[in-house]
């Protein structure tokens, strides 16, 4: 992530105009997000897909692609922002409000080439300390998925499941399955 400004508050971050990639605030400094390449955009579109698969239908969830939510200080655009149903702000046509301002149910970030996994980690973290239920960190390069909760981290790989029980009983899938999104079936 490149540092493009310092010593901002969090009201004149969110005046500047967006950008592609996004623009991210934390603690003054404000990054931008690097640039997804293929497998990442691959893995952010099978994903939600996968979440809004499940939930939409039973009116549980909606997942969001890049996102911007703020809260606690700071404003972030995970790659994946899922929201339960009762909790997403709705406008006076059902919509939703386009400036979500309380933390996501579960955030996913999904490691790009160039990003600094520690950085993500702290990230991450960050999520859980600040009203995340689950944090998951999505590594195409080695096929794992690691899984933040408040207290509990866990690294996934291969057959290892990944269940969204604390947000979303019943819904669950393995590493394998997941990083298996990667291949078109053409």
Known sequence: MAITRQGLTLEQFLKLPEREPALEYADGV????VAPKARHSRLQYKLAEWFNRWAEPRRLAFAFPELR???SGRSYVPDIAVYRR???SRNAKGEPEDEVFEPPDIAV???SPGQGIP??????RWYVEHGVLIALLVNPDDYSVRRFEPGRELLLRGADVID???VLPGLHATADEWFAMLRPGW
């Open 30 to 33: 404000v990054t931008q997000k």
């Open 69 to 71: 939510t703020t809260y």
């Open 86 to 88: 009762e909790r997403i």
């Open 109 to 111: 970030e999904i490691v």
């Open 119 to 124: 950085a993500l980690i702290l990230k991450c």
């Open 164 to 166: 969204m029980d604390a």
